[in-house]
C-alpha cells in the first residue's frame, strides 16, 4: 500500500498515518478489550481522521490528534450502545464480561501478567484508559487531558484509582478471581 | 534541609517520569527515608513495566491490509476495488440477512398457525399421538412388513426400509404415514419387552446437506434427527438421551447398509 508519488495527498501525512496504526489499535485494544472490535474502531478513527482532516494542525502530535479522534468515535458509539440498553455505562461497569485479554493468552508467557492483564479488565473503562496513556504510550498528564476533553486533575485521580484498584485486585483477588489457565 | 511535602500526583508523575528534576530529587529522599513508599513506588513501576510488556505485544501484530487501506486519502482510493468491493458485499450481505430473517418470519408465522415447522418437532408430535395409541398405533401392522415398506416407498417415492432393531432390543410394530409439511413422512413403529414405544420418521428433504446427529427435546420426547442421501430422518423416544443414541447409530448403520446395497 503505497501513496502515488508525487500525489498532493491532502491534510494528513500518510507515512505517519500508516505508523500511527499499532498504537490506535493497542489503544482500541484497552478501550474494547477484543481485537476484531478494536480494529473496527481503528478503521472508523481512520475515516474520520479523513473527514475532520482541516482540523488537524500540521506539525502537531497526529498520534495524539487520533487518540483524541478514537475516544470520541468510542465514547459515541457507546452512547448510541447505551441508548439501546440503559444499562451499559462506560463507567458504571467495572467486571465489563466483553472485555478480553488484549493478546492472546498463548503470548503471555508469565503468569503475573495474565492475571494483570485480567485485572486490567475489571477496571473500569475510563481507568485502563488513562492507564494506557500514562504507563504505556507514556504521554505528558496535560497530553491525557487534552485527548479525554478532561482537566488534568481528573486525570490524576482516574489514574490513581486506576492504579489502585490494580494494586487491590493483585494483593487480594477475593472470590470473583477467574481461574487461570 | 526542609523535605517539601510530596504529594499523591507527585508519586505518580515520578513513577512515570514526569516530574521536574528538582521535585524527582525530593522524591528520591523521601523515598530513601520511607520504605513503605518505596515499596509502593517499585510496585509502581513493576506494573507499568507489566503493562507496556504486555501491551507492547499487540504493537508487532501485522496490520490488516483494510486498516493499510483506511489510511490511504480517500481521494487516492483505488475505486474499483475498495469502493464496489464494500459495496458488493453489502448488498450480498442485505440479501442474505433478507432471506433468512424472510425463512425466520416464515416458520414463525407457520408455528402461529398451529403447524409444528421443524422435523424434530413434527417428529416428537406424531410419536407423541401415535406411541400413546394402544390398539392402533400404526396402519399396517409387521406382520405385513413387505407390503408396509412397499406402501410407505410408493408414497415417499423413493426406496424406505424398515431397520431391525432387535440388537437394541426392539421389534417392529408396523408404520403409517404421516402428513409433513410439504412431503409426505413415513413412520415405523418399535415397541421393547417393555411396552416402551420408538418411532423411526424417514422423509425427503429437498436441497439439504448430510448432518450429523442432532438432538431435540419436546415435551419429554427426545429426538434425534440427520440428513443422508437426500432424506431426513428422525428418531423419537421417551428414553434417555444416551439410549436413543445408540439406537440412532445402529439405525444409521443400518440404512448405510441398505443404501449401499443393490435395490
Not at chain 1, 45 to 59: D, F, N, P
Not at chain 2, 25 to 40: F, I, K, N, Q, T
Request: aromatic fraction near 6%.
Amino acid at each position: 500500500m503505497t501513496t502515488p508519488p508525487g500525489s498532493d495527498a491532502p491534510g494528513l501525512p500518510q507515512p505517519d498515518l500508516v505508523a500511527a496504526i499499532p498504537r490506535l489499535r493497542r489503544y482500541a485494544r484497552v478501550l474494547t478489550g477484543e481485537a476484531s472490535r478494536a480494529d473496527d474502531l481503528v478503521q472508523d478513527t481512520l475515516a474520520r481522521g479523513w473527514e475532520k482532516r482541516r482540523m488537524w494542525r500540521s506539525g502537531s502530535d497526529l498520534r495524539a490528534w487520533l487518540f483524541t479522534i478514537m475516544h470520541n468515535v468510542y465514547v459515541n458509539q457507546l452512547a448510541v450502545v447505551r441508548r439501546d440498553a440503559a444499562n451499559v455505562s462506560i463507567d458504571a461497569d467495572p467486571t465489563n464480561p466483553a472485555w478480553q485479554l488484549p493478546v492472546r493468552a498463548n503470548q503471555i508467557d508469565r503468569v503475573e501478567l495474565l492475571e494483570l492483564m485480567q485485572q486490567m479488565g475489571r477496571l473500569s473503562p475510563d481507568q485502563r484508559e488513562v492507564l494506557l496513556l500514562a504507563a504505556v504510550e507514556e504521554l505528558r498528564y496535560e497530553e491525557i487531558a487534552s485527548i479525554l476533553s478532561i482537566p488534568v486533575g481528573t486525570v490524576m485521580s482516574r489514574l490513581s484509582r486506576a492504579r489502585n484498584n490494580l494494586r487491590q485486585l493483585v494483593a487480594e483477588p477475593g472470590p470473583g478471581l477467574r481461574v487461570v489457565k | 534541609m526542609m523535605p517539601t511535602p510530596i504529594s499523591e500526583a507527585d508519586i505518580h508523575a515520578y513513577v512515570d517520569g514526569r516530574l521536574s528534576a528538582a521535585k524527582a530529587a525530593g522524591v528520591d529522599d523521601a523515598l530513601a527515608s520511607d520504605p513503605a513508599l518505596a515499596a509502593r513506588v517499585a510496585e509502581m513501576r513493576a506494573q507499568n513495566a507489566a503493562l507496556r510488556d504486555a501491551f507492547d505485544l499487540v504493537l508487532d501484530e501485522p496490520i490488516p491490509d483494510h486498516l493499510l487501506a483506511a489510511a490511504v486519502p480517500p481521494a487516492l482510493r483505488d475505486a474499483r476495488h475498495r469502493r464496489t468491493l464494500p459495496l458488493a458485499i453489502g448488498f450480498a450481505a442485505t440479501l442474505l440477512i433478507g432471506i433468512f430473517v424472510g425463512w425466520l418470519v416464515r416458520d414463525a408465522l407457520i408455528e402461529r398457525s398451529g403447524t409444528p415447522t421443524t422435523f424434530a418437532r413434527q417428529a416428537a408430535f406424531a410419536h407423541a399421538l401415535y406411541a400413546t395409541d394402544v390398539n392402533r398405533p400404526v396402519e399396517i401392522w409387521a406382520n405385513e412388513e413387505k407390503r408396509l415398506v412397499n406402501w410407505l416407498t410408493k408414497r415417499l417415492g423413493f426406496q424406505v426400509h424398515a431397520p431391525d432393531l432387535t440388537s437394541v432390543g426392539y421389534l417392529l410394530v408396523g408404520g403409517r404415514l404421516v402428513a409433513g409439511n410439504e412431503k409426505p413422512t413415513a413412520l415405523f413403529m418399535y415397541e421393547n419387552a417393555d411396552k416402551e414405544r420408538l418411532s423411526l420418521q424417514v422423509r425427503k428433504q429437498r436441497g439439504a446437506d448430510e448432518t450429523a446427529f442432532r438432538y431435540a427435546h419436546e415435551n419429554g420426547i427426545g429426538v434425534f434427527y440427520w440428513v443422508d442421501e437426500a432424506c431426513s430422518y428422525a428418531l423419537a423416544a421417551s428414553v434417555d438421551r444416551s439410549q436413543l443414541l445408540k439406537i440412532a447409530h445402529v439405525v444409521y448403520g443400518q440404512l448405510a447398509a441398505a443404501d449401499a446395497s443393490p435395490k
